[in-house]
């Protein structure tokens, strides 16, 4: 839905839109908990290697290990599936 600029004061010199977002299914086996500190971990830092990164969060280095994931990789190269496998053996 598209909302004028007029209904802003002052008015932004571009459009604005309202976007409803549904969430999708939660992945089976994984405590979202354990997703959260993962990712929020692994994207706190910029430009941070993975290793350095999810140091602080317990199981995460060997996770990635039993993965075969690269820890030297940045967050930001994981796929979702990657970041909910990796959660998923860190038993969460």
């Known amino acids: 839905m598209k909302v004028h600029r007029s209904a ?9 839109a309202i976007v409803h977002l ?10 979202a908990r354990t997703l959260e500190r993962l990712t929020e971990a692994a994207f706190g830092q910029r430009r ?5 990164s999810v140091k602080g969060v317990s199981g995460a280095l060997e996770a990635l290990a039993e993965l075969g994931i690269d820890e ?3 967050a930001e190269t ?4 990657e970041f ?9």
């Open 22 to 31: 549904i969430p999708g299914k939660a992945p089976e086996g994984v405590s």
């Open 8 to 16: 802003f004061t002052p008015p932004p010199k571009v459009m604005s």
């Open 78 to 81: 994981l796929s979702v599936g």
């Open 72 to 74: 030297t990789r940045r």
């Open 48 to 52: 941070k290697m993975l290793r350095q």
């Open 84 to 92: 909910v496998g990796v959660a998923r053996v860190m038993g969460g």
